[in-house]
C-alpha cells in the first residue's frame, strides 16, 4: 500500500492556508491519520480516521477525505506551525506513511 | 502523566545486534498495541512493526521482518525490539509509540557503521 503525498514542500506567509494531499494506491475507508514532526522533537498525531481532530489541537488544522485521497488543511497558518507534516494509512499492513510535507516560512 | 522512554541505541558495526527498549508509564501498557517507528537521516517516518496488546500477533515491515523482533512484557510495562544482522541502512532515529501512534517516545539513536 503506497501513500503518495504531495507537494514535498511548500512555503507559506503566517496567516496563509495551506493543504497537503495524499493519495492510497487502493481503497482504504478512513483509515488515515495526520502527524506534525518538527526537529528534535517526538511526532505528535493530528487527525485520525482522516478528519478527526486530536484532542488539544488548535481547530484551524482539519483533514478530510475517505476512499483512496485526503487532505490536510491548515488555516491561519502560525508560526509554530512550520514543520514537517506526515499522512499515515493504518487500513493494511504495514501501516504506510507518506513522504512527507515541509512547511516552510516564506 | 503518559510517557514513553526509549532507551539501548548505540553505534553498531554491520551484522551486529542491538536490543532497544521502551518503558512505559502512566496508563495501563497491557490494554495497547504498540509500535516501533523509525526515522533514517534526512528520510521520512518509517514504520517497522507492532505487537498486539498480550504480545499474541505481530506485524512487521518486510525489509525488516527476520531480523527484528517485537516482543513486550506486560509485567514490567516494557516493549523491546531486538534487530539482528544490522545494515548501514538500519541507521536511524527509533520511536515506540502507543496504540494508533497517538503518544510517542522521544526515540533513540541507532548508528550502525564500520
Known amino acids: 500500500m503506497q501513500m503518495t503525498q504531495s507537494p514535498s514542500s511548500l512555503s507559506a506567509s503566517v496567516g496563509d492556508t495551506v493543504t497537503i494531499t495524499c493519495r492510497a494506491s487502493h481503497n482504504i475507508s478512513i483509515d488515515v491519520a495526520w502527524f506534525q514532526h518538527k526537529p528534535g522533537q517526538a511526532p505528535q498525531r493530528l487527525i485520525y480516521a482522516a478528519s478527526t481532530l486530536q484532542n488539544g489541537v488548535p481547530a484551524r488544522f482539519s483533514g478530510r477525505g475517505s476512499g483512496a485521497d485526503f487532505s490536510l488543511t491548515i488555516t491561519n497558518l502560525q508560526p509554530e506551525d512550520f514543520s514537517t507534516y506526515y499522512c499515515?494509512?493504518?487500513?493494511?499492513?504495514?501501516?504506510?506513511f507518506g513522504g512527507g510535507t515541509s512547511v516552510e516560512i516564506k | 502523566d503518559v510517557q514513553l522512554v526509549a532507551s539501548g541505541g548505540a553505534f553498531v558495526q554491520p551484522g551486529g545486534s542491538l536490543r532497544l527498549s521502551c518503558e512505559a508509564s502512566g496508563f495501563t501498557f497491557s490494554a495497547y498495541w504498540m509500535h516501533w517507528v523509525r526515522q533514517a537521516p534526512g528520510k521520512g517516518l518509517e514504520w517497522l512493526g507492532t505487537?498486539?496488546?498480550?504480545?499474541?500477533?505481530?506485524f512487521y515491515l518486510g525489509s525488516v521482518e527476520g531480523r527484528f523482533t517485537i516482543s513486550r512484557d506486560n509485567a514490567n510495562n516494557s516493549l523491546f525490539l531486538q534487530m539482528d544482522n544490522l545494515r548501514v541502512e538500519d541507521t536511524g532515529l527509533y520511536y515506540c509509540a502507543r496504540g494508533l501512534l497517538y503518544t510517542w517516545g522521544q526515540g533513540t539513536l541507532v548508528t550502525v557503521s564500520s
Open positions: 505487537i498486539k496488546k498480550d504480545g499474541s500477533a505481530k
Open positions: 499515515l494509512q493504518h487500513n493494511t499492513y504495514p501501516l504506510t
